[in-house]
């Protein structure tokens, strides 16, 4: 009887798809099988882990009865949810679906489990830029962003992240900043304040341009801010003084939002009285007298 039935019930029997879905912090392990077969010709579907490393070679038996994580009785798609700790290794996942005929379709996937870590911050980098790319480095600690007189600068940073996970477990680094001016008087400043204006900006995306083993290097520059970076109006157009704290979140595909670092960059004039003299001695000559040309 069955030699008729038999190559009809081997065409229909696929596995449509195999899903496999492990929950590192609460160690269960969610398995689920799609067959394009009728539920009375299957007699078994389970799934078979293996590993090398640390030995492994275990089974589970998957329902189509709307039982342990399978949501929906009789429709072909059979699932479990087990309680397994898998230590960090590669398995080989197998599922097998099994026909009362003893026919049989199998379908593998491999899983890595690997431990993981949080992303760190290890660097920052500041830098005023001139429109031809020339400019100079900045040290946040000491020293300031000086805003020219007459001439637009630019503001361009780097950041430096670790992830020993790798550069595919970082989604994105992006910031925020909340700019507090002491005082901003002028035309062109967005909001005349002679006392604390504060404002607080979108939030930006950062772009990979480096990565060196597990430290990955990200620039300001995107779709939207283009080289040589932010634009910073002179105080002809806004006299201001101020501090603009920049609040980085790396986005970490197992650990989600994480904030990473929080930066202040005190932005100073030359009407202040301190100046970069070495690199920018012409753009405030009342502070730096004398410029070598
Ligand atoms: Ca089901
Ligand atoms: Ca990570």
């Given at each position: 009887m069955s030699k008729i039935q038999e190559p009809h019930e081997e065409a229909r029997l696929t596995i449509s798809n195999f899903q496999v879905d492990y929950d590192q912090l609460g160690n269960k392990i969610y398995l689920q099988v799609a067959t394009e077969t009728e539920n009375d010709s299957v007699a078994n579907v389970h799934v078979q882990i293996v590993a090398n490393e640390f030995p492994l070679d275990t089974m589970f038996t998957l329902n189509?009865?709307?039982?342990?994580?399978?949501?929906?009785?009789?429709?072909g798609i059979y699932s479990g949810d087990f309680d397994i700790l898998l230590p960090f290794q590669e398995y080989l996942l197998k599922a097998v679906v099994q026909t009362h005929s003893d026919i049989e379709v199998n379908s593998e996937e491999y899983i890595l489990i690997e431990e993981q870590f949080l992303p760190e911050f290890v660097e920052l980098i500041f830098w005023k830029k001139y429109a031809d790319g020339s400019g100079y480095e900045i040290d946040y600690n000491n020293s300031s962003f000086f805003i020219n007189d007459e001439d637009t600068s630019y503001l361009y940073f780097q950041i430096k992240i670790k992830d020993l996970?790798?550069?595919?477990?970082?989604q994105s680094i992006r910031y925020q900043t909340i700019t507090n001016w002491y005082y901003a008087d002028g035309e062109g400043c967005n909001s005349d304040c002679m006392v604390d204006c504060i404002t607080t900006s979108p939030v930006f995306y950062m772009s990979n341009i480096a990565s060196n083993d597990s430290i990955f290097t990200y620039e300001a520059i995107n779709d939207y801010i283009k080289e040589p970076g932010f634009e910073i109006n002179p105080t002809s157009i806004c006299n201001r003084f101020g501090v603009i704290t920049f609040n980085f979140v790396a986005f970490d595909t197992?650990?989600?939002s994480l904030a990473i670092e929080e930066i202040n960059l005190l932005f100073s004039n030359c009407s202040e009285g301190d100046w970069n003299c070495e690199e920018d001695c012409q753009y405030c000559p009342g502070v730096c007298l004398e410029c070598e040309e």
């Open positions: 189509d009865i709307a039982q342990a994580g399978d949501l929906i009785a009789m429709n996970n790798g550069l595919e477990n970082i197992f650990y989600g």
